[in-house]
């Protein structure tokens, strides 16, 4: 029972390198995609660079600039040993497993994890995980009619890897939930065999508790948890699924909090799946799901006192440092065409109204599914 405890706390703690074992059979269709992608073998990816033309190349050639110069696929503002991307890579993984290219999704994760390849491991068991995802049969699980849906989520899963375990401890960290958000905008079925993933799951937070009381916190999961609302209609719906999974995520952080600097609505969690806020910001500006804001609300909740005083200053008016922030921002106000270019050079920004009926209908589906994509865990 000790070594249930640590291993516990290590996948709860995100420092662990070594990989889980899965037990699920291969799905159909992915096992001809590994075959087909040749996977890479132990120590195939040491080089230095990657070979003329390749998907990796290409790759590293369009984030130049976003990542550290010593590991470029890693985010600037987080220490390399974190793991944390520089930028979304679910895009790249989805265009790889539709190519059946799964060779260069493993050497995607091999640079994600290189700086911190887990104690005592090299880094080839990224690429058993990759696999182990890929063989997941999620379709006996899950039935998804717009094939790109298993797809997306695989992405997911497999840039969720790289903190090592297994997928059952995601539930630590709220995974899930994102996966639930990510996939809401799509037509979703439950099959009869969902029952044996709560079961599982079941067995599992049972055993955990006799280990630790952390997972005291976790009830058992419940049959009529385990449901699949209607898909809301609409233009709306057609719009989300087209962001890319990054941009989808902070969209609904944003619907969350209803608007605000849209670059600082994130969490650690979104950025730890590869979120780069001025590519999601960009997109969604763009999708015109959202609209920039001139709410003094916003202004109020984006901004401290010693932001909108220095603004204050900028514009030419009057404002005292003994302001509360409501008088401040009526300041701010008085001076309309400088706050036009205040606004749009901090991105703050909205819901558009026309969608935001639709928008929080996606957002209450996907709380509503967050249970089935905690059992998924446990395939």
């Known amino acids: 029972m000790i070594v249930g405890f640590f291993d516990f706390l290590t996948n709860l703690f995100r420092r662990q390198?070594?990989?889980?074992?899965?037990?699920?059979?291969?799905?159909?269709?992915?096992?001809?995609?590994?075959?087909?992608?040749?996977?890479?073998?132990?120590?195939?990816?040491?080089?230095?660079?990657f070979s003329e033309g390749s998907p990796l190349q290409e790759l590293q050639a369009q984030i130049?600039?976003?990542?550290?110069?010593?590991?470029?696929?890693?985010?600037?503002?987080?220490?390399?040993?974190?793991?944390?991307?520089?930028?979304?890579?679910?895009?790249?993984?989805?265009?790889?497993?539709?190519?059946?290219?799964?060779?260069?999704?493993?050497?995607?994760?091999?640079?994600?994890?290189?700086?911190?390849?887990?104690?005592?491991f090299g880094s080839g068991w990224i690429?058993?995980?990759?696999?182990?995802?890929?063989?997941?049969?999620?379709?006996?699980?899950?039935?998804?009619?717009?094939?790109?849906?298993?797809?997306?989520?695989?992405?997911?899963?497999?840039?969720?890897?790289k903190g090592g375990g297994g997928r059952q401890y995601w539930l630590t960290d709220e995974l899930p939930r994102y996966f639930a958000q990510a996939i809401s905008p799509f037509e979703m079925e439950l099959p009869s065999a969902i029952e044996e993933l709560r079961k599982r799951a079941n067995r599992f937070i049972r055993e955990m508790r006799k280990d630790?009381?952390?997972?005291?916190?976790?009830?058992?999961?419940?049959?009529?948890?385990?449901?699949?609302?209607?898909?809301?209609?609409?233009?709306?719906?057609?719009?989300?699924?087209?962001l890319s999974i990054?941009?989808?995520?902070h969209l609904f952080r944003i619907v969350e909090v209803g608007g605000g600097r849209l670059p600082q609505l994130t969490g650690f969690i979104l950025r730890d799946l590869g979120l780069y806020a001025p590519d999601s910001t960009r997109e969604i500006m763009e999708s015109?799901?959202?609209?920039?804001?001139?709410?003094?609300?916003?202004?109020?909740?984006?901004?401290?006192?010693?932001?909108?005083?220095?603004?204050c200053d900028q514009a030419g008016v009057i404002c005292r440092k003994t302001w509360n922030k409501e008088k401040q921002i009526q300041a701010l106000l008085s001076a309309p065409a400088y706050v036009g270019q205040f606004i749009a050079d901090a991105m703050l920004a909205s819901v558009?109204?026309?969608y935001g009926d639709c928008l929080q209908a996606l957002l209450a589906r996907a709380q509503q599914v967050e249970p089935v994509f905690k059992v998924l865990c446990f395939i």
Not at 127 to 143: G, I, K, M, N
Request: some cysteine.
């Open 127 to 161: 690429e058993t995980e990759v696999e182990q995802v890929l063989r997941a049969p999620l379709e006996r699980y899950l039935h998804l009619p717009d094939p790109d849906a298993y797809h997306q989520l695989r992405a997911m899963w497999i840039i969720a890897s």
């Open 246 to 249: 990054g941009a989808r995520l």
């Open 64 to 120: 130049q600039g976003k990542g550290r110069p010593e590991y470029p696929f890693l985010s600037r503002e987080y220490s390399p040993s974190s793991r944390v991307p520089c930028v979304d890579f679910t895009p790249f993984v989805i265009e790889r497993l539709r190519a059946g290219d799964v060779r260069s999704i493993g050497q995607l994760m091999r640079r994600i994890i290189e700086a911190n390849p887990g104690l005592g």
């Open 212 to 242: 630790a009381s952390y997972w005291l916190d976790f009830p058992p999961f419940k049959a009529s948890e385990l449901i699949i609302p209607p898909l809301p209609a609409g233009e709306c719906v057609a719009r989300v699924r087209r």
């Open 352 to 354: 558009n109204p026309k």
């Open 288 to 311: 015109g799901l959202v609209i920039s804001s001139q709410a003094p609300g916003l202004l109020k909740n984006s901004f401290e006192k010693t932001e909108l005083l220095t603004a």
């Open 17 to 49: 390198g070594e990989p889980h074992h899965s037990t699920a059979s291969p799905s159909a269709s992915f096992h001809i995609a590994i075959q087909e992608g040749a996977p890479p073998q132990p120590g195939l990816l040491k080089q230095s660079r």
